[in-house]
């Protein structure tokens, strides 16, 4: 799977493919996840991980990819989806006591809109002691200029979480 998006976006970037090509491809591959997730069995008492791209962040691709490996660990998972509000992170998070939440940044556009973004999920890690927060993507990882997080670990690295 990620080779083949890897040549999409190179098709996109060289400008051999149009945006819409780029986006219908990305669309089948989205569908393609979200079925095998849908149908993916687990034990009634796995842990729980919640997948959620930070507000202002339109690629859920990635995310797809990290639950479904989490899924193929034993893992229970549900996804909140492309650019959800910070408050329907918070009232899912607070409802749902998930084990971990994933925070996913494919881009640096959720920072750019918005520059206390790290700081108030930050927040909302620190009220929820039970809970894991991981922050992981590209623009996440390349955007930590002003604010380091003291209860989301920020990581590109599923090995120690999925221990």
Not at 17 to 40: A, G, H, M, P, T
Not at 89 to 116: G, M
Request: proline letters at 5%; aromatic letters at 10%; one cysteine or more.
């Amino acid at each position: 799977m990620a080779p083949f998006l890897k040549e999409i976006g190179k098709k996109w970037e060289k400008q051999e493919w149009n945006e819409y090509q780029e986006s219908v491809s990305s669309l089948v591959v989205r569908d393609f996840l979200v079925q095998i997730r849908r149908n993916y069995q687990y034990r009634e008492n796995a842990p729980f991980v919640l997948g959620a791209c930070l507000p202002y962040e339109q690629h859920e691709v990635p995310l797809h990819l990290v639950l479904l490996r989490f899924m193929m660990k034993g893992w229970k998972t549900q996804l909140i989806g492309t650019s959800p509000a910070l408050g329907a992170i918070e009232s899912l998070v607070t409802k749902l006591k998930p084990d971990v939440v994933l925070l996913s940044a494919t881009t640096t556009v959720p920072f750019e809109t918005d520059s206390q973004l790290l700081r108030r999920l930050d927040q909302l890690a620190e009220k929820q002691i039970d809970i894991a927060f991981y922050l992981g993507g590209q623009g996440a990882v390349t955007n930590l200029l002003d604010y380091k997080p003291k209860a989301i670990i920020v990581t590109n690295s599923l090995e120690g979480i999925l221990k």
